[in-house]
C-alpha cells in the first residue's frame, strides 16, 4: 500500500506505518562483541553484531592488541630539540641553530636554518679618552669612545662638553656647586 497525497491516516494506513515501525525496531542491535585479529569486518548475527580489526604485525607498529583490547605503545626514546650557540661567530654578534637529536641522543643534526644576529650598531665597548690636539676626529678635549660590534669595529666618538652647557648654583655665575 502506498500514500500519496493524504494529509490524514485511516486506519489501513495507520497499521501499514505501525508494522513499518516494528520492522525497523526489530533491526536494533543489542550488542557489539569483538571480533578477532582479521581485519576491518563487521560480522555476527543481527543481535549480536561483530567488528574485528587487523594490526600490521610489523615491529616498528605503535599499536599493539592486549588482552584488555587495542593500545598505542609510546616509543622509549623520541627525538628531542635544542637551540645551541654557535662558539664561534665571526662577522655575527651571535649564530644560534636548532638542533635535532635522534632519540634524544647524539651530537645532534641542523634543523631549519641558522639565525644569525647582525653586530650593525652593537655596542661592544666604550670608554672615557682624553684627546690631547686636535686631528682627525674631533678637537681636543674628552669624549666618550664607542666601539661598535660589526665586521670593522668602527669607533664613535661623543664630546662630553657638549653634553652641557655649565652648571651653576643659581646664586651668581661664580658660585661653587
Known sequence: MAFTDKKFLDSTGTSYLWKKIKTELNKKVDSVNPGTNGGITIGGTA???TVSIKLDPAADNALSLSANGLYYQSPAAADTYAITKDDSSADYAAVYRLKRYTNGTGA???AGV???IPK???VSSGSVVTKSSSGAWGNAGTYIE???A???NDKLYVPVDGLI???TSGSTNDSMV
Open 47 to 49: 543481535n549480536a553484531p
Open 114 to 116: 641558522t639565525i644569525n
Open 146 to 148: 664607542l666601539t661598535l
Open 120 to 122: 650593525d650598531m652593537v
Open 108 to 110: 645532534g643534526t641542523d
Open 150 to 152: 660589526n665586521a670593522t
Open 165 to 167: 652647557e655649565y652648571v
